[in-house]
């Protein structure tokens, strides 16, 4: 069964502090994805890896890094938390090919507060 | 740029109501067009998908189908369940950047006893 995790379900940082947001997938997939999910405004992509060191950003990449040292693993960090980075994060993995979709896969999320 | 809009939730229904979720699309090119559902506390799920005009996507029930000259993937499922509560997204794949999905804002469907 495919499997995309994430290291915690919710989590509560104070403003300023480092954050890091951990992702496993255990599909040997190429690509990886880090959204934000906010209540009517639906999922925006922050961050997409598609190789091992190789990062692009999505459409909300301020604020937001990302590290991808092993292909089964994709990091999110918040350099200094502020309060507008309240959200749901979630991480998403899928194969690659040039003319075909592959189906992204979900983890659970993670719920972050800043304070 | 592309987008993707969907009727304003929420949506609350009967058990054996008829359930339509409205999706329409603005895209360059030939997207191909996905609904993903999202239980309550877990990620999102693939649903159904169409990759070019005509085709209907369909699973669990629900179905939809990729209309080109309506520029529409609207959701479909003619008798819902309980089991159904969930949010439902709307999403497209343009194929010129093949991995990225654009998303709809989503639609909370509750289904009432």
């Known amino acids: 069964d495919v499997k995309v995790t994430q290291s915690s379900r919710y989590l509560v940082k104070r403003t300023g502090e480092k954050v890091f947001l951990e992702c496993v997938q255990d599909?040997?997939?190429?690509?990886m994805f880090w959204y934000r999910q906010d209540p009517g405004l639906g999922l925006r992509l922050i961050y997409f890896?598609?190789?091992?060191?190789?990062?692009e950003k999505g459409d909300i990449p301020e604020g937001y890094s990302v590290s991808r040292e092993k292909k089964e693993r994709f990091s999110l960090i918040l350099e200094s938390a502020s309060t507008n980075q309240t959200s749901m994060y979630l991480c998403?993995?899928?194969?690659?090919?040039?003319?075909?979709?592959?189906?992204?896969?979900f983890g659970p999320g993670t719920r972050l507060t800043v304070t | 740029g592309d987008s993707v809009t969907q009727m304003e939730g929420p949506v609350t229904l009967s058990e054996e109501a008829f359930l339509t979720i409205n999706c329409t699309y603005t895209?360059?090119?030939?997207?191909?067009l996905f609904w993903y559902v999202q239980y309550p506390g877990e990620g999102l799920q693939l649903l159904l998908k169409?990759?070019?005009?005509?085709d209907k996507g369909s699973n669990k029930g629900f179905e939809a189908t990729y209309r080109k000259e309506t520029t529409s993937f609207h959701l479909e499922k003619g008798s819902v369940q309980v089991s159904d509560s969930a949010v439902y997204f709307c999403?497209?794949?343009?194929?010129?950047?093949?991995?990225?999905?654009?998303f709809g804002k989503g639609t909370l469907l509750t289904v009432n006893p």
């Open positions: 998403a993995s899928s194969l690659a090919a040039a003319t075909e979709f592959y189906e992204q896969y």
């Open positions: 599909m040997d997939h190429e690509n």
């Open positions: 890896s598609y190789d091992v060191k190789m990062k």
């Open positions: 895209a360059t090119g030939y997207p191909s």
């Open positions: 169409a990759t070019k005009a005509d």
């Open positions: 999403a497209l794949s343009d194929g010129g950047s093949n991995y990225k999905l654009t």
